[in-house]
């Protein structure tokens, strides 16, 4: 018995060993397909093919390349539109002409009030202030209540207005076939009198109107309602509720500040080329703005030696306040001999630089470096154009647009 359990247990070890032994075999098999796989030959071909489609890529991306090079040498810096887009764009070209220029004088200046645009609003009586109805910086128009006053006398005047109109409207029903010519003319009279007072008071028509119109002895309160004689700004409001005013005491000032007055130092030989309806400029913190010359004084500032002339200048966007220093530039009468062209046909470049663009051919503009010297009006004085030359004076960023959208490098660098 125990011989078989013997012999049972060898051929069991056999067995185990031959498995082991085929295990082995097969994943030697397997590693060494495993290892065919990866051979060489294939990598080699991947590899080769690879590089060489890499390689005709590379040059066939270089020829393309060289292509749109050419391209760019081509409308480098020059635009080309059809007649269709200049008319949409409303481009408008011109030719460069030599002509007589104005001068130009510059000079300080100080933005002032226009005098003939400005009201100082003051009691013609002594009264008390009741009431304020407007304050600093507030916009006003005609007829619009400013302040409420209170006066004795402003009462005792609204009260005869009261009484000689009830006796006026009485002798005129009766008529002068009633009563004698000498009580209607008394009648007339008073009653005129009375209503004349309270406008050398201060009180305007429509007010005496709503007085008498409501006719009744409390009316007769003795208020005085101070009216803006105009349209403006209110610049000043020095008083307190509840002060008496005297009379000529200036309660508000109102102005128009869209037409302001900025007078200008000018040496004597600079004002003798300066004349009354020059054109003007006035530079502001922004931008420059366009004025006219209106009057110049003829007697010399004892200090500075110098002579005022005085601009008018339109100001509706609020850029100039009163008491601003600014400087001026006004035409003059010495003209010399150049180019001047209009502003919008000059541009800045990429570069910084001023140019214009030339109408080369018939739909072919090109960009063209010019020097600015001045400007003078609605134009600039310029160097570096030829008479003769066609230039775009309408429409010039239109065209600058479309050579920056083209990626073109306008200065042929």
Do not use: C
């Amino acid at each position: 018995m125990r011989y078989t359990h013997l012999l049972i247990l060898l051929f069991a070890l056999g067995a185990g060993k031959t498995a082991l032994a085929a295990d082995d075999g097969h994943e030697h098999e397997e590693a060494g397909h495993k290892h065919e796989k990866t051979e060489p030959k294939e990598a080699e071909g991947g590899h080769e093919e690879k590089e060489g489609h890499g390689h005709e890529e590379a040059e066939g991306g270089h020829e393309e390349g060289g292509h749109g090079h050419g391209g760019h040498e081509e409308e480098e810096g020059a635009v080309e539109l059809t007649a269709g887009q200049i008319e949409a764009a409303g481009i408008e070209t011109l030719l460069v002409e030599h002509g007589e220029i104005a001068g130009v004088v510059t000079a300080p200046g100080e933005v002032g009030l226009n005098a003939y645009q400005t009201t100082k609003v003051a009691p013609r009586i002594a009264a008390q202030i009741v009431k304020r109805h407007v304050q600093l910086g507030e916009s006003v128009t005609p007829g619009q209540v400013l302040v409420t006053l209170s006066s004795v006398e402003v009462a005792k005047a609204q009260g005869e207005l009261l009484v000689s109109d009830r006796e006026w409207q009485r002798v005129k029903k009766l008529g002068r076939k009633v009563v004698s010519e000498r009580r209607y003319i008394e009648a007339q009279v008073a009653r005129q009198q009375a209503e004349a007072i309270l406008r050398a008071f201060g009180m305007s028509s429509v007010q005496i109107n709503a007085l008498l119109q409501n006719n009744s002895s409390s009316s007769a309160s003795g208020e005085l309602e101070l009216l803006s004689p105009q349209d403006g700004t209110v610049i000043s409001d020095d008083f307190i509720v509840g002060e008496l005013a005297e009379p000529g005491r200036e309660l508000f000032v109102i102005t128009n500040e869209n037409n302001l007055w900025v007078d200008a130092r000018l040496t004597p030989e600079d004002a003798a080329n300066v004349y009354i309806g020059s054109k003007a400029r006035i530079k502001t913190r922004k931008h420059w703005l366009d004025g006219e010359v209106i009057q110049a004084q003829h007697m010399l500032d004892e200090a500075t030696r110098t002579l005022s002339v005085r601009l008018r200048v339109a100001n509706a966007n609020d850029e100039l306040h009163p008491g601003e220093f600014v400087t001026v530039e006004i035409e003059s009468s010495n003209r010399q001999a150049g180019i001047a062209i209009p502003v919008a046909a000059v541009l800045r470049s990429p570069d910084g630089d001023w140019q214009v663009f030339i109408e080369a051919s018939t739909g072919r503009f090109e960009p063209k470096e010019v020097e600015v010297q001045r400007t003078v009006g609605n134009r600039m004085v310029v160097e570096g154009l030829k008479a003769g030359e066609r230039i775009v004076s309408k429409g010039a960023f239109f065209i600058q647009s479309e050579i920056a959208k083209g990626g073109f490098d306008i200065h042929n660098h």
